[in-house]
């Protein structure tokens, strides 16, 4: 893992790597920005840079090639991740979780990429209901870790993942490392809540705010990592808005949405034919989706309806659609207009509310379809 497996951030990779050469690299960096723009990623490549080129230099010693061949397995002994964990119903109810229970589930997961959610994590865990979150034992067992010597020589990493999740007590006991931290340690914190931490141990921080990804490099990633073709891939990372996993749901969602704009055609096709009998039919078939794939349909739907109101402009440059999808708006387009728009997003909305409500699928669906015969008459 180097910077190079980064996607884009090259402002934030050469900031690390100058101030790892010049000298200045504090004890603790914050890395804050939404999720999938890269933070764990640049906090990991940053943990290789400093175990592999302490003075940000390279001479190729066998020192070097070992700790090489240990970060490809995330296996180096001076490398320490601390993470959220859950309470598993065979754990004693004296017993708080720590990072080590999981070692196994989380080394999995990051041999598989550095881009991840906590829902991944969660699942990773087989967690169901629980809260995941940081206690003070975990915090008793990273202060006792760090307290040895390095194992290579060189840098101690500690890389916290999600350190909002820390409970009072594990905070109060980081804060106590972050003020006396052991010699040569080095503290990677990778936050998407900034807000939840206490101030002072935001102050006793360096913070590296990560933006959104450009979308060229998203693109380009796509291109080269996936083997996405130019098109797709353009049209992929615009949707993205700047975080790769968004991109790579959208991959991973590409059936399901091509099963929506299935839905959402033949919707819109028998309401403009006012087929009622149809359209009875279409309601009876989608109220069997359940209920977290009928509001993810729902939201679907918003997201055309904007898609369609907005392409009437002639503005490429402001759209955010499939080859599929584009393909349909140019002909159906032209019935989302001022006149309707924001009825027709607020009854998909009001649906949406209403599935979450436990309310009848069949007579939501059915409700949609009646009214938006009239609705897509307005001009």
Not at 177 to 200: G, N, Q, W, Y
Request: charged share 25%.
């Amino acid at each position: 893992m180097d910077f190079s497996n980064v996607i884009g951030q090259e402002p934030a990779k050469e900031r690390l790597i100058q101030m790892v050469k010049e000298g200045r690299l504090p004890h603790a960096l914050l890395f804050c920005g939404p999720e999938g723009v890269g933070k764990m990623a640049l906090a990991m490549a940053l943990a290789s840079y400093l175990l592999t080129n302490p003075d940000g230099e390279d001479n190729g010693s066998l020192n070097t090639t070992n700790a090489l061949a240990m970060l490809r397995k995330w296996e180096h002994p001076d490398l320490h991740f601390s993470y959220p964990t859950i309470k598993r119903p065979n754990m004693s109810s004296d017993h708080q979780p720590i990072s080590n229970d999981f070692a196994q589930e989380w080394h999995e997961m990051i041999m598989q990429g550095t881009y991840f959610t906590m829902n991944q994590w969660m699942k990773q865990m087989g967690a169901t209901t629980q809260q995941a979150i940081i206690t003070g034992a975990e915090s008793d067992e990273l202060s006792r870790i760090l307290a040895l010597k390095s194992s290579q020589g060189g840098y101690k990493i500690a890389i916290i993942w999600r350190p909002e999740r820390m409970n009072l007590t594990s905070a109060n006991k980081l804060l106590k490392l972050l003020e006396e931290p052991p010699h040569k340690t080095i503290f990677l914190m990778v936050c998407e809540e900034p807000e939840k931490l206490l101030e002072t141990i935001i102050s006793r921080t360096q913070r590296i705010d990560v933006k959104r990804i450009d979308d060229d490099a998203i693109e380009q990633a796509l291109i080269t990592q996936r083997g996405i073709d130019n098109d797709a891939a353009h049209r992929i990372a615009r949707i993205a808005n700047g975080s790769w996993l968004k991109a790579l749901e959208t991959l991973d969602t590409g059936n399901e949405n091509r099963e929506f704009l299935n839905m959402f055609q033949m919707l819109m096709r028998l309401c403009y034919m006012r087929n009622v009998k149809d359209l009875k039919r279409w309601s009876e078939v989608v109220s069997a989706y359940g209920r977290e794939k009928e509001r993810r349909m729902l939201t679907y739907f918003q997201q055309q309806v904007r898609e369609n109101f907005i392409f009437n402009f002639q503005r490429p440059e402001l759209n955010y659609m499939t080859l599929e999808e584009e393909g349909f708006a140019r002909n159906f387009a032209r019935f989302i207009n001022e006149a309707n728009v924001i009825e027709i997003n607020e009854l998909f909305e009001k649906a949406n509310r209403d599935i979450g409500q436990n309310a009848n699928a069949k007579v939501v669906f059915y409700d949609i379809a009646l009214k938006l015969i009239v609705l897509l008459l307005k001009k």
